[in-house]
């Protein structure tokens, strides 16, 4: 059983352009997290989503990012008009369900890098 | 507010040291899920234990040892007869399941070197 997949693991974008990360969870596992983990910090929480909602989205930044979890296809992250702040390690989670705690598998995180 | 502190930033040892992790959470809930993770330098993260809040029994796996105190809020990570690969960033967080999420509350993390 394949863990959880992301990718592109390293991106490097100007300032200005967009970046699009991807996270395949685990088969089988409905629920993604993603995270965040500045240079330096710990990881911090981003958003959680179901397929195709939105659950809990109180770690997003209020501007320029947004994610979504079609019925088919990878969990999506896009960042717009990227600053040199944004640049980060970005984890994908996925569970298999909510409620009496499932596990978190962690993806090997894609590393964003702005110039 | 949910909170997890890990006041040592860095700590340096040398093999065969024993070193221990300090982890204290903050939570107004009594049923709670604690963690510890493992970042190698390659940058993944690697679970190591979970924990729930109504099993304080101390576990050992290996040359690893983790202590839960809750009248300290305290989960404790300490390792025996260090070895260089367990040089790493190692995170505490907390999970609270009441509210429809189960997202993680990480700490700042300790970064361990052990040298050889």
């Known amino acids: 059983n394949a863990g959880v997949m992301q990718n592109p693991r390293h991106l490097v974008r100007r300032r200005g352009q967009e970046a699009r990360l991807r996270c395949s969870p685990m088969?089988?596992?409905?629920?993604v997290y993603w995270y965040r983990q500045l240079p330096e910090e710990g990881l911090k929480f981003m958003v959680y989503l179901q397929k195709e909602n939105i659950i809990d989205e109180s770690g997003m930044p209020k501007e320029r990012f947004s994610a979504e979890f079609p019925k088919e296809g990878p969990s999506i992250l896009r960042i717009q008009q990227v600053v040199r702040g944004d640049s980060a390690a970005y984890f994908c989670?996925?569970?298999?369900?909510?409620?009496?705690?499932?596990?978190?598998?962690f993806g090997p995180g894609t590393r964003l890098t702005v110039l | 507010a949910q909170k997890v502190t890990q006041a040592q930033t860095e700590i340096s040892v040398v093999e065969k040291e024993d070193v221990t992790l300090d982890c204290v959470y903050e939570t107004r809930d009594t049923t709670y899920y604690l963690f510890w993770y493992k970042q190698p330098p390659s940058g993944e993260l690697v679970f190591l234990i979970r924990r729930n809040s109504f099993d304080e029994q101390n576990e050992i796996s290996g040359r690893y040892s983790w202590n839960f105190q809750k009248s300290t809020s305290s989960f404790n990570f300490t390792i025996t007869a260090s070895q260089v690969v367990d040089s790493a960033v190692y995170f505490c967080?907390?999970?609270?399941?009441?509210?429809?999420?189960?997202?993680?509350?990480f700490g700042t993390g300790t970064r361990l070197q052990v040298f050889p």
């Open positions: 989670a996925s569970s298999l369900a909510t409620g009496s705690y499932n596990e978190q598998f």
């Open positions: 967080a907390l999970s609270d399941p009441n509210y429809n999420t189960d997202k993680l509350i």
């Open positions: 088969k089988g596992h409905s629920h």
